[in-house]
Every structure is written in C-alpha cells, then in structure tokens.
C-alpha cells in the first residue's frame, strides 16, 4: 500500500473507516439473526482486524516527524 500524499492518504482513511463501520454493522447484524455463521462471521471480524491496523498505520504517516 503506497500512499502518496496527505490528501491521498486522508481519502483512503475515510473508505478504510467506512468499510470498518460497515463490516461492525454486518457483524451485528448477522450475531443476533437466526441460523449465525459462525465462520463468516469470523472472517469478518478477520478483516475488521485488519482493516484497524490499516488505519492506525495510515494515521501514522499523517504525523509529521519531528526531529528532536
């Protein structure tokens, strides 16, 4: 995953952010409905996983580093 400019890198956090939501209101969803997918619904929470991470090290790079 390159990303090139804050701009860039802020557009990308926003469908990474989306897509993290989207998949938390799927997962709630389908854990209260009748006959769950358990193993669907751990791929889910897989990708929720990840998708967090994808976040956090692209709000990192939106730090500018400062020389100490």
């Known amino acids: 995953m390159q990303a090139q400019d804050p701009a860039q890198i802020a557009h990308l956090l926003a469908e990474l952010r989306q897509e993290h939501r989207d998949l938390d209101t799927a997962i709630q969803q389908m854990s209260t409905s009748i006959g769950v997918d358990e193993l669907q ?13 994808a976040i956090a090290r692209l709000e990192s790079k939106l730090i500018p580093d400062l020389d100490a």
Request: zero cysteines; a positive charge.
């Open 41 to 53: 619904i751990t791929r889910m929470k897989k990708r929720k996983l990840l998708l967090k991470d």
